[in-house]
């Protein structure tokens, strides 16, 4: 029975030593856990910090383009003319007129008649004799006249001078 005793007192020694080694061992590992359960904790901290910090300079210049725009001149703005941009059609022509005469419209369309004796419209320029002639600028200047176009008022005298020729 001492023999078993000592067997026994010898597993408790080895038992308590293999306890021990395991508890420093698991020391370390708590320990290591700790201070990278701290590391982590730190980081967060600190990408709220720079969340926070982004966030409020954007708050600010949302609130500065907020006040430029308040800063804007309305005042001009009146409910008669917004009444009036209400009420508008855009790109619809209600009357065209030449000389006074009004031109129909047709599907956004409006055909500008030539001029005839009756009628205030377009001319076509000529450089033909006895036409006219509109320049790049829009005057128009008689061309050449032949004297088979002039006309004599009956009694009256035509000199026509013929210079030096």
Do not use: F
Request: charged share 25%.
């Amino acid at each position: 029975m001492v023999k078993d005793i000592a067997a026994n007192k010898k597993a408790v020694e080895e038992e308590a030593t293999r306890a021990k080694t395991a508890e420093g061992t698991n020391a370390t590992a708590i320990s290591d856990e700790a201070t990278r359960a701290k590391a982590a904790e730190k980081a967060n901290a600190d990408a709220i910090v720079a969340e926070t910090t982004r966030a409020k300079t954007a708050e600010k210049a949302n609130a500065d383009a907020i006040a430029e725009l308040k800063k804007a001149d309305y005042a001009g703005i009146t409910s008669e003319k917004i009444a009036k941009w209400d009420a508008a059609q855009a790109n619809v022509i209600e009357k065209i007129q030449v000389n006074g005469t009004e031109i129909a419209i047709s599907e956004k369309i409006v055909n500008i008649p030539l001029a005839t004796a009756a009628r205030a419209g377009l001319i076509i320029s000529s450089n033909a004799e006895n036409a006219i002639s509109v320049s790049d600028t829009g005057v128009a200047t008689v061309n050449n006249i032949n004297v088979n176009k002039l006309v004599q008022t009956a009694g009256d005298e035509l000199i026509l001078n013929g210079g030096n020729a």
